[in-house]
């Protein structure tokens, strides 16, 4: 099966601070990396789609020099969360597909890192 | 922009009891996905349907594709405590996976 691995698992961090998060495709090659957001009991809010060899594409409203995506290379994509706040609390899962019609085809989702800003 | 929305948002059921969560789309989709996240958990892939009036069982999972491919359903026959968490269903949108609101299973032993 596909295998996505997101690290760490959690973070508590204090305000100001930057957190990075790692997510990888273990066993596949994923040009397409997706960034969700969830909050407690809520559904998945996709913040960017990152791309391998280029830019993120951040959806609207989510802040690109706040959330930093780099997909370096075609099995890992990293968010950094500048300056965190508390508001900036939530809980991170990166997916991605096998298929370059990432959108047609199932997801296969890390662990995700909750993220405790104090 | 489409709209996936699915319902119910909670339900709670006496273990052995039947579930089923809805899900409808604005837009006709070329597939629809359910994925599942038990509590403190990642979603996980469950099924993918593609046909028109598609029918496809998972064990005491029963997945429905509509006729006119804007809506699915997911049942779950005899529910064991194992089945706890929240069911999400996914269509595609534009060059982006769409989800649902999800529906929260919570299981009375």
């Known amino acids: 099966g596909a295998v996505v691995s997101q690290h760490p698992s959690w973070v508590i961090c204090k305000s100001g601070t930057s957190v990075k998060i790692e997510c990888r495709s273990l066993?596949?090659?994923?040009?397409?990396m997706f960034w969700y957001r969830q909050f407690p009991k809520q559904s998945l809010m996709l913040m960017a789609t990152?791309?391998?060899?280029?830019?993120?594409?951040?959806e609207q409203g989510v802040e690109k020099d706040k959330f930093l995506i780099n997909h370096a290379s075609l099995t890992l994509s990293t968010l950094t969360v500048t300056s965190a706040h508390p508001e900036d609390s939530s809980f991170y899962i990166c997916s991605a597909s096998r298929s370059a019609s990432s959108y047609n085809s199932p997801l296969h989702f890390g662990n995700g890192t909750r993220l405790t800003v104090t | 922009g489409q709209q996936v929305m699915q319902i119910p948002q909670y339900q709670h059921v006496q273990e052995g009891e039947d579930f089923t969560t809805y899900c409808n789309s604005s837009?006709?989709?070329?597939?629809i996905q359910w994925y599942k996240q038990r509590p403190g958990g990642h979603p996980v892939f469950l099924i993918q349907?593609?046909?028109?009036?598609e029918v496809k069982k998972q064990k005491r999972l029963t997945f429905q594709f509509g006729e006119a491919k804007k809506n699915s359903s997911l049942h779950i026959t005899a529910t064991q405590t194992t089945d706890v968490g929240t069911y999400f269903c996914?269509?595609?949108?534009?060059?982006?996976?769409?989800f649902g609101q999800g529906t929260r299973l919570t299981i009375n032993p």
């Open positions: 996914a269509g595609p949108g534009a060059q982006k996976l769409v």
């Open positions: 066993d596949f090659q994923a040009t397409t």
């Open positions: 990152s791309n391998e060899g280029s830019k993120a594409t951040y």
């Open positions: 349907l593609v046909k028109s009036g």
């Open positions: 837009t006709t989709l070329s597939n």
